[in-house]
């Protein structure tokens, strides 16, 4: 005879973490609100209390989001784990190493987002022209790769 867990006690303990986890990010929304509705440096930046490297490491983290591993485990299956390495050491260190080192040049600056940074590093058309064609590439190449 069996001892195995019945299967719809299974789902129920996923169903139960499944909204435990919600419930804890509902709360940890709720409490912050607050502060966050303060401005847009508190609510992007946590009021500019934290280090730029630490803000580059959260911009890095969150550019790794939840497509990314189930990516990586469909492109290893049909290439290899080669492909799983490149991707890694492509987009997770080069934005982590990106982050770092360009984030504590943002935070000095006092800015928000890449095209800010555009809007003061480029003047006038040019840096239409850019954010356009950045835009561009993220929308229709980069996440279509």
């Not at 719809?8 to 973490?17: E, G, T």
Request: glycine share 8%; proline share 3%.
């Amino acid at each position: 005879m069996s001892h195995d867990v019945p299967q719809v006690a299974l789902q129920a303990i996923d169903y139960l973490l499944i909204g435990l986890y919600l419930s804890a990010l509902i709360g940890l929304g709720l409490y912050y609100r607050k502060y966050a509705q303060e401005d847009l440096e508190h609510f992007f930046l946590a009021g500019r209390r934290f280090p730029g490297w630490m803000s580059g490491t959260s911009y890095a983290v969150t550019c790794m989001n939840a497509d990314v591993a189930p990516a990586y485990c469909g492109m290893t299956v049909i290439t290899g784990v080669y492909i799983c390495w490149w991707y890694i050491s492509r987009f997770g260190f080069g934005l982590m190493i990106g982050a770092v080192l360009f984030a504590v040049v943002w935070w000095r600056l006092k800015i928000f987002t890449s095209p800010e940074f555009y809007e003061l590093r480029f003047a006038g058309c040019a840096a239409i022209t850019l954010r356009t064609w950045i835009s561009l590439r993220s929308a229709f190449i980069a996440v279509v790769a």
